[in-house]
């Protein structure tokens, strides 16, 4: 049963993602909260599985919050949920610690299976936003040096993640745990200077 949280400031959206957390079976709502505020001073006692998070919070914004769980509950996926397209959100947000960035106009099935992905270590993006993380690097340019630093296995699991494939199935495919993938993940974003796997793939992705 996955463990998710809300942290929306508008009541009625607020609601409305309730409602669609309650059609899933294997999903259970912990908690939703109108502030930054509120959601830190509840959520590292009840420490959920996932968090779907709003940026345009009326005091500390959506992205500082992000950041703060992150510190206190390490273990904790957080998913943007938001309005805003813009770039300079998109890439604030990742760098918080966000493992996934969706849109509110997205269909209730994509957010349910955005819960289902970032649990077993896949980072959901609406298409729209997707492109824009790609934009941006098309802008800053190859960094195929930064890419001639992994270890072949390394480059091995880049490729399965740019594929689409989650950590299990990674994984399954190469015979190994699924902690040894998630060290070779640790250790492809050091190399290529990206916060997280998101910004790993695509800049695997602008290259080839």
Do not use: W
Not at 6 to 32: M, S
Not at 42 to 71: F, N, Q, R, T, Y
Not at 82 to 103: N, P
Not at 195 to 201: D, H, L, S, T
């Amino acid at each position: 049963m996955k463990r998710v949280a809300i942290v929306e400031d508008d009541h009625v959206l607020r609601e409305q993602l309730a409602r669609i957390l309650k059609t899933a079976t294997d999903i259970k709502c912990v908690g939703t909260y109108r502030s930054a505020e509120e959601a830190l001073q509840a959520l590292p006692s009840i420490k959920p599985d996932v968090v779907l998070m709003d940026i345009g919070l009326p005091k500390m914004s959506g992205i500082e919050c992000v950041a703060k769980l992150k510190e206190i509950i390490p273990s904790v996926q957080i998913i943007i949920v938001t309005v805003y397209e813009d770039s300079e959100k998109i890439f604030r947000a990742l760098r918080s610690g966000a493992s996934g960035y969706l849109m509110k106009s997205g269909p209730p099935k994509k957010l349910l299976e955005a819960i289902q992905d970032v649990t077993v270590g896949g980072s959901p993006i609406s298409p729209q936003i997707a492109r824009k993380v790609f934009q941006h690097f098309q802008i800053f340019g190859p960094t195929s040096i930064e890419e001639e630093r992994l270890a072949p296995r390394e480059r091995e699991v880049l490729d399965l993640l740019a594929g689409g494939l989650i950590y299990k199935q990674i994984a399954h495919r190469l015979n190994i745990s699924t902690e040894t993938v998630r060290t070779y993940v640790k250790n492809i974003c050091e190399k290529m200077q990206v916060k997280n796997k998101m910004e790993a793939v695509v800049k695997h992705m602008q290259q080839n």
